[in-house]
């Protein structure tokens, strides 16, 4: 075999082909791409974009206005579509054209959107990204075709080539353990970016600390007790780490301020943030669904909540579930005196109904407990102040862990393991923490 899946060539030059039937558009965007190592074509129409795309046939990018004469931009990109698949497609439309992009989206298979005017560098970098995802899909294809045309020769080879086969098979086998290695790490450092990033949302609202992260805990701790699938539990812990994501356009002033004490126009903006949360990440196809989820998290059971007014079973499960862990975990860090989660467990059954779903009731109490009682509890353990290197495994951190720049580590209650230690030994090479760490330790 002649060829391995290492195989290089020199780089394509893609074109992008963009369609407007205003000639200044067209001016105004060849003039903007000028520089960029791109065949540009350019189409008045619809039909005359179709005619360029079955001549072309490196074109890996059409960007097309909607509204356009004779055939607009949905269904000229549908059959765009039909004559170059694998191109990745952009419709651009005004403010007012949502229904219009929808169409684009479902029926020409935009694979994404952008509002006229546009910003010059917004549209440079998607043009970048495009032929970048586009560039991929052809580098998969190109190496899909060498490992069928090595399958082919496989079948052909004969006994003499045997020990070839199996050195071949051994490195396939090799490789494969490898790619699912990395499938792993690339999984645990979603998950760790995820942390990361709910922990800068939460430097900027000091009330929100560990708001996310008690979230999460205890929506999945709830899919899991009503046995939901996996992925689906995996769905909504994702959820409940960004469900307020869309509060980063919020102004400090209202950020902080209860919504009972909000004027109109204020709680209006406020009561925006679901909608932004999903659209902030809409762009990244796999947090899709959980942006789904983030979007209805403040519907209430009996229609009254927001931004769609969705009532009983039409407001998806999981953000049903969403609404329950959230609701918890602002009322648990409200409550003095004794027994404060059994108050909220009660204040939670006088919601069900009206503004929770009844049906929740059942798997809500273990997974609270799990989340909160280690909160109120520390019986048998005596407060030190340790230095980094005093650490073990076992001990429980009573305050939260923070790096030398503010980032959060490690939440108040967590327990020691060598991992964690070995997370906060790491850091602290990056970014030195604190000489000394409250911890708890059992007596």
């Not at 546009?118 to 190496?143: F, K, M, P, Q, V």
């Not at 922990?199 to 979230?215: A, C, I, T, W, Y």
């Not at 902080?256 to 809409?282: C, K, V, W, Y």
Request: net charge negative; with cysteine; proline share 4%.
């Amino acid at each position: 075999m002649d060829e391995t899946l290492n195989d290089s060539e020199e780089k394509p030059r893609y074109g992008v082909l963009f369609v407007d039937d205003e000639p200044h558009i067209l001016t105004a965007i060849k003039r903007l791409v000028i520089e960029e190592d791109l065949d540009v074509h350019l189409a008045n129409s619809g039909a005359q974009g179709l005619e360029v795309l079955k001549r072309e046939k490196e074109i890996g990018l059409i960007i097309s206005d909607q509204r356009m004469p004779g055939m607009n931009g949905a269904e000229f990109l549908a059959k765009a579509k039909e004559v170059k698949p694998d191109a990745q497609r952009i419709i651009l439309t005004g403010y007012a054209d949502i229904g219009a992009t929808i169409d684009a989206i479902n029926k020409g298979g935009a694979h994404r959107y952008l509002s006229k005017p546009w910003n010059d560098d917004t549209l440079l970098e998607t043009i970048r990204e495009s032929l970048g995802y586009y560039a991929l899909g052809r580098e998969n294809e190109r190496l899909s075709e060498i490992v069928r045309r090595q399958n082919e020769e496989l079948k052909n080879w004969n006994v003499q080539l045997k020990g070839k086969v199996l050195q071949q098979t051994a490195t396939i086998r090799e490789k494969n353990e490898q790619l699912q290695q990395h499938v792993l790490r690339l999984k645990q450092n979603f998950r760790g970016i995820l942390t990361a990033f709910t922990g800068l949302l939460e430097l900027r609202d000091k009330s929100m600390r560990n708001h996310s992260k008690n979230v999460a805990q205890v929506a999945a701790g709830i899919a899991k007790a009503m046995d939901l699938p996996p992925k689906q539990c995996d769905l909504i812990q994702i959820a409940a780490m960004l469900h307020d994501i869309g509060k980063i356009g919020i102004p400090d002033a209202l950020l902080g301020t209860p919504e009972d004490f909000l004027n109109d126009q204020e709680l209006t903006e406020f009561m925006r943030h679901s909608i932004r949360g999903q659209a902030a990440i809409d762009a990244i196809e796999e947090l899709r669904p959980a942006g789904v989820l983030i979007r209805h998290h403040h519907e209430f059971y009996d229609g009254s909540g927001y931004p769609d007014h969705l009532a009983g079973a039409a407001i998806p499960s999981g953000s049903r579930i969403l609404a329950v862990a959230d609701f918890i975990d602002s009322q648990i860090q409200k409550q003095q005196g004794d027994n404060p989660i059994g108050k909220v467990l009660e204040l939670v059954e006088q919601k069900m109904g009206s503004r929770l779903d009844p049906e929740l009731l059942p798997h809500i109490e273990k997974p609270v407990r799990a989340c909160y009682e280690k909160m109120f509890a520390a019986s048998g353990l005596k407060e030190e102040r340790v230095s980094l290197q005093s650490l073990r495994e076992g001990m429980i951190l009573n305050d939260d862990l923070y790096s030398g720049t503010g980032l959060l580590l490690l939440s108040k209650g967590t327990c020691l393991t060598f991992r964690s230690i070995e997370h906060i030994m790491r850091n602290h090479e990056i970014d030195p923490l604190p000489a000394e760490i409250v911890v708890l330790i059992r007596q």
